[in-house]
């Protein structure tokens, strides 16, 4: 059984005390005082910082997967198509507004956040014990767990832009 490196704990306050500190910046935001009970202000390098820490959680057993064989990247590519399907999904559906004074977006909460959180670590876990058949699978979500918030991500900063901009110039 492989351990994790002694770096992994640093590299993931790295992510984690940055996310915290944006999270909370958030819910101070003015923006945040009326919104809907499901709904909450992010600030947009939130966004960004989500994807970075799954990587840095699921990076390992991704190297461990892709090393397998041709057969294991194809499933992670594979994967990968779904999991963009999925974050561009999510993103249309938690997309509610942007808020340009704080460089934040509004996002409606929803389940599938939680479960693919659960899904992130139980794939960290699964790799140690992943054998025959079932490392393929590991692949392929593996590969919608890398994706999905990458294109999440993207999409949600897109239509940021897109709404910052189309507003009209302050005078």
């Known amino acids: 059984m492989r351990t994790t490196s002694p770096y992994f704990t640093y590299v993931l306050l790295v992510f984690i005390v940055p996310m915290v500190y944006l999270q909370q910046k958030g819910k101070k935001d003015p923006a945040s005082l ?5 709904q909450r202000v992010r600030p947009l390098l939130l966004e960004w910082l989500d994807p970075g820490l799954v990587l840095v959680v699921i990076a390992e057993p991704v190297v461990v997967q892709l090393s397998k064989g041709i057969g294991h990247i194809a ?3 594979v994967g990968a198509a779904i999991g963009i399907a999925i974050g561009l999904t999510r993103a249309r559906v938690m ?9 934040s977006v509004i996002m409606t909460r929803s389940r599938t956040e939680y479960l693919l959180v659960v899904l ?5 876990f ?4 992943a054998t025959g058949p079932w ?3 590991l692949a392929l979500l593996l590969g919608i767990a890398v994706a999905d918030p990458i294109a999440r991500s993207i999409a949600t900063t897109m239509k940021y832009r897109a709404e910052v901009t189309a507003l009209p ?3």
């Open 34 to 38: 009326h919104l809907p009970k499901k």
């Open 169 to 171: 110039a302050a005078t």
């Open 95 to 103: 997309y509610v507004a942007a808020v340009p004074a704080t460089k």
């Open 120 to 124: 992130v670590i139980a794939l960290r």
């Open 135 to 137: 490392t393929i699978v």
């Open 126 to 129: 699964a790799e140690f014990a």
């Open 75 to 77: 499933l992670a590519v």
